[in-house]
């Protein structure tokens, strides 16, 4: 397993932006690029759902529905970080937003909270309108 720390949420107007940074610690190969990362969020009195996965070298990106078009994830491999940019944000949401590594390459579906290892402490995004 790995430490993942997330930063940049806060409180933002309906249609406004955010990014949201998750960087890794730990282990010597705590390279970001070296393992799939993923954004998940949890609003109050729901489940965590998955928001985005960025495969290990980059190349590949997939999203939820939800967020698709509006929502960005990318890496930093050099300060292992990886990224999520948030525009357009809506009241929906709001949630803590929490970074997932799959250290462990543990083959579960990308989209699923059993593929990752690694969760960070979260960080809260309060959108209002």
């Known amino acids: 397993q790995v430490q993942l720390v997330e930063s940049g949420g806060g409180l933002v107007q309906a249609g406004g932006s955010l990014r949201l940074s998750c960087a890794a610690s730990?282990?010597?190969?705590?390279?970001?690029?070296?393992?799939?990362m993923a954004w998940f969020r949890q609003a109050p009195g729901k489940e965590r759902e998955f928001v985005a996965v960025i495969s290990r070298g980059g190349g590949m990106r997939f999203y939820s529905d939800s967020v698709k078009g509006r929502f960005t994830i990318s890496k930093e491999s050099l300060k292992n970080t990886v990224n999520l940019q948030m525009n357009s944000l809506k009241p929906e949401d709001t949630a803590v937003y929490y970074c997932a590594a799959d250290s462990l390459g543990s083959g579960s579906a990308y989209d699923s909270q059993n593929n990752y290892d690694s969760w960070g402490q979260g960080t809260q995004v309060t959108v209002f309108s």
């Open positions: 730990g282990r010597s190969s705590s390279s970001s690029s070296t393992y799939a």
